[in-house]
């Protein structure tokens, strides 16, 4: 059963720094590399956004919020998916989850997403 597991979420004043991992186990390498891999974000009452997603292939977009702060990364070898946030902002408040999306042969497997890590940016 794959799970995917999102961890280093906290409280952080603002203009603080997090990194968010995604580790993802019961998932066999190869789907894990040809997948895309996203973080989306859900504060309260607002709908789940996306935040930031990484390629296959390494190619990295942002939400216009994230460009400047926050970075997308990836590790296949350990199947895990970082995001680096800096110069955090109360609206940036949120739980933060974690997708992947297998593509090309392995694209009828679906979707992915983990359980979310409660990030809390104070004033």
């Known amino acids: 059963q794959v799970q995917l597991a999102e961890s280093g979420g906290g409280l952080v004043q603002a203009g603080g720094s997090l990194r968010l991992s995604c580790a993802a186990s019961?998932?066999?390498?190869?789907?894990?590399?040809?997948?895309?891999k996203a973080w989306y974000r859900q504060a309260p009452g607002k709908q789940r956004e996306v935040v930031a997603e990484?390629?296959?292939?390494?190619?990295?977009n942002y939400a216009d919020f994230a460009k400047g702060r926050f970075a997308i990364s990836k590790d296949n070898s350990r199947k895990r998916v970082y995001l680096q946030m800096d110069s955090l902002k109360p609206e940036d408040t949120a739980v933060y989850y974690c997708?992947?999306?297998?593509?090309?042969?392995?694209?009828?497997?679906?979707?992915?997403w983990g359980q979310g890590t409660q990030v809390t940016v104070s004033s």
């Open positions: 997708r992947l999306e297998p593509r090309g042969g392995y694209s009828t497997l679906g979707e992915y």
């Open positions: 019961g998932m066999i390498t190869s789907v894990f590399w040809s997948s895309t």
């Open positions: 990484i390629t296959e292939n390494g190619n990295t």
